[in-house]
């Protein structure tokens, strides 16, 4: 996820592979991978009905019916809340254990006749990759997407991660298993549209009490810890990213769905 698309909140700091991540010749065991496409456009207001209407006669039966058949891991669609000018106001994405199954979604979905909503709207794609995640199977539901990215100092990368696993994992995956989040992932740019340096922490959560239990967890994490230990962590946070570059992403999920 690029420049206009800085993954709210912020969080207590979206394999083989086409081009190489920071920190990829020396990192942690990894997951199996999980890539995910996302599609966004800059709908005029007027038509986001319209454009709503035609993801759910279209889009979506396509999306369930290659979940349900194994050939992805889940999709989801959503719409910004937190706005800004020129910037995406709707998104779809889809996941996949393999590029063969995100090419295989994307190739059905274009020869879906053209949205008449998005027929001269701004379109942004993106291909990333998620080096860490959990989730439950989930959906179809409603709910909220969080995105929280930050940029990591060059030859950094291994650091970061090890720090991240550290201190953010493990509540988050107390998140997920008392089902407070639906699920979370850390995704860097499969394809780089950007600095491969940007990490995107992503959350979907069911509704946005769960996104104020979910900031409560962190909030009673660092109480917990004390001052003394709570400077430290921001003292090596701030040596493994570039200062002043942080962005937040909110949106609210329509439709989602999870294996």
Same mark, same amino acid.
């Given at each position: 996820?690029?420049?206009?698309?800085?993954?709210?909140?912020?969080?207590?700091?979206?394999?083989?592979?086409?081009?190489?991540?920071?920190?990829?010749?020396?990192?942690?065991?990894? %997951?199996?991978?999980?890539?995910?496409?996302?599609?966004?456009?800059?709908?005029?207001?007027?038509?986001?009905?319209?454009?709503?209407?035609?993801?759910?006669?279209?889009?979506?039966?396509?999306?369930?019916?290659?979940?349900?058949?194994?050939?992805?891991?889940?999709?989801?669609?959503?719409?910004?809340?937190?706005?800004?000018?020129?910037?995406?106001?709707?998104?779809?994405?889809?996941?996949?254990?393999?590029?063969?199954?995100?090419?295989?979604?994307?190739?059905?979905?274009?020869?879906?006749?053209?949205?008449?909503?998005?027929?001269?709207?701004?379109?942004?794609?993106?291909?990333?990759?998620?080096?860490?995640?959990?989730?439950?199977?989930?959906?179809?539901?409603?709910?909220?997407?969080?995105?929280?990215?930050?940029?990591?100092?060059?030859?950094?990368?291994? %650091?970061?991660?090890?720090?991240?696993?550290?201190?953010?994992?493990?509540?988050?995956?107390?998140?997920?298993?008392?089902?407070?989040?639906?699920?979370?992932?850390?995704?860097?740019?499969?394809?780089?549209?950007?600095?491969?340096?940007?990490?995107?922490?992503?959350?979907?959560?069911?509704?946005?009490?769960?996104?104020?239990?979910?900031?409560?967890?962190?909030?009673?994490?660092?109480?917990?810890?004390?001052?003394?230990?709570?400077?430290?962590?921001?003292?090596? %946070?701030?040596?493994?990213?570039?200062?002043?570059?942080?962005?937040?992403?909110?949106?609210?999920?329509?439709?989602?769905?999870?294996?």
């Amino acid at each position: 996820m690029s420049s206009p698309h800085r993954f709210l909140l912020r969080l207590v700091v979206l394999s083989p592979c086409l081009l190489a991540p920071y920190g990829a010749s020396a990192q942690p065991a990894e %997951q199996p991978p999980v890539y995910t496409f996302v599609a966004e456009w800059t709908v005029p207001r007027a038509q986001w009905g319209e454009a709503a209407a035609f993801f759910e006669k279209t889009t979506r039966p396509v999306l369930e019916r290659l979940t349900a058949g194994g050939t992805l891991g889940g999709w989801g669609n959503y719409e910004t809340v937190v706005h800004q000018e020129d910037a995406n106001t709707h998104g779809t994405w889809w996941t996949a254990s393999n590029l063969a199954g995100i090419e295989r979604a994307r190739e059905e979905l274009i020869k879906l006749p053209p949205n008449p909503a998005m027929a001269a709207a701004k379109h942004h794609d993106y291909l990333v990759r998620s080096i860490i995640y959990n989730g439950k199977t989930a959906g179809p539901a409603s709910g909220y997407l969080l995105v929280s990215s930050g940029k990591v100092v060059p030859g950094k990368g291994l %650091q970061w991660r090890e720090f991240w696993e550290k201190y953010s994992k493990p509540t988050y995956d107390e998140l997920v298993a008392d089902g407070t989040i639906v699920g979370y992932s850390v995704d860097v740019e499969q394809v780089h549209t950007d600095d491969p340096g940007w990490r995107h922490t992503v959350v979907v959560a069911p509704s946005a009490e769960a996104i104020d239990k979910m900031n409560a967890a962190f909030q009673a994490l660092g109480r917990k810890r004390g001052a003394e230990a709570n400077r430290g962590i921001f003292a090596t %946070q701030a040596e493994l990213t570039v200062a002043g570059v942080h962005r937040d992403y909110f949106a609210r999920v329509v439709a989602h769905a999870r294996k």
